[in-house]
């Protein structure tokens, strides 16, 4: 039995908390932006498609079956000055007030000074249709949304218009499966698109002219623990399907993805939740 949240005006997923990076973040101060950096080496332009995604989607892309090899990462890094503890100093004199009590400000680890967040995504490559793979783990509970736009404005400023680049994406809200490109990026609102995803989608569409395609279909879920239906997976499949080279086996492509979606609980029939 799966229980539901009642609510007649659902709050949109990307409108939910999402990790505080700065005790001032509700202020105007100007804080710092995170870098990314790709394995020397790597050019996008040396592979025929790149296929952007989030982990929901990795399933599609089983690595051992593909033969697909590691070759090298994205890393993000973000560096902030400044404790989220400086909430607890004081503008008087803790000690003449409190002279026998513990005072936080005094004790605050020095080392918190300066904090550090990163992330690291590995690359693949699949020699079969000489594409490279790239699957951003998203999780709002522990990627702040500037780290997806960030890495979102990096990926496409390196791509080039003779690279295909192909995104697969989930959304809660939209009503059917969307296969959008750069002949036709529209949604009907209210039908939005967020996160890394829907990152990628504003550059493209607002920032450059390059050629893409795209899959976007139904989920439930917050940002990280999205559920896709069986009718959804089928139509993955399909089209994921006709990317490879003869060298594959599509049946037994299309049985392995659909374990490894079972083993990741990706899909809403494979276990009930309580939404609350």
Excluded at 4 to 23: C, G, M, T, V
Aim: aromatic share 10%; charged share 20%; with cysteine.
């Amino acid at each position: 039995m799966l229980f539901k949240q009642w609510n007649e005006f659902s709050i949109p997923r990307h409108e939910l908390d999402y990790p505080a990076l700065s005790a001032k973040e509700d202020s105007l101060q100007s804080l710092p932006v995170p870098t990314v950096e790709i394995t020397e080496g790597i050019d996008f332009t040396q592979f025929k498609t790149v296929y952007l995604t989030t982990k929901v989607m990795k399933p599609l892309f089983p690595l051992k079956f593909l033969d697909a090899q590691e070759i090298g990462s994205v890393k993000m890094t973000l560096r902030i000055s400044g404790s989220r503890q400086e909430a607890l100093e004081h503008s008087w004199n803790f000690n003449e007030n409190f002279p026998n009590e513990f005072d936080p400000a005094l004790h605050t680890d020095e080392s918190t000074s300066e904090r550090s967040y990163t992330f690291d995504f590995p690359i693949h490559h699949i020699p079969n249709n000489n594409s490279a793979l790239l699957v951003v783990d998203e999780n709002f509970l522990k990627l702040s949304p500037i780290f997806d736009n960030v890495l979102a404005k990096k990926l496409i400023s390196l791509a080039s218009p003779d690279l295909r680049l192909f995104i697969l994406g989930t959304s809660d809200k939209i009503s059917a499966t969307k296969r959008l490109g750069s002949s036709d990026s529209s949604l009907t609102p209210p039908e939005f698109i967020g996160g890394f995803i829907g990152g990628l989608f504003a550059n493209l569409v607002m920032g450059s002219a390059l050629p893409f395609d795209s899959i976007v279909v139904v989920s439930e879920g917050p940002t990280g623990f999205e559920k896709i239906s069986q009718e959804s997976m089928d139509e993955l499949l399909t089209s994921m399907s006709q990317e490879w080279g003869s060298g594959i086996d599509t049946t037994a492509y299309k049985e392995e993805c659909r374990r490894c979606w079972r083993y990741d609980g990706a899909a809403m029939s494979t276990q009930s939740g309580l939404y609350i």
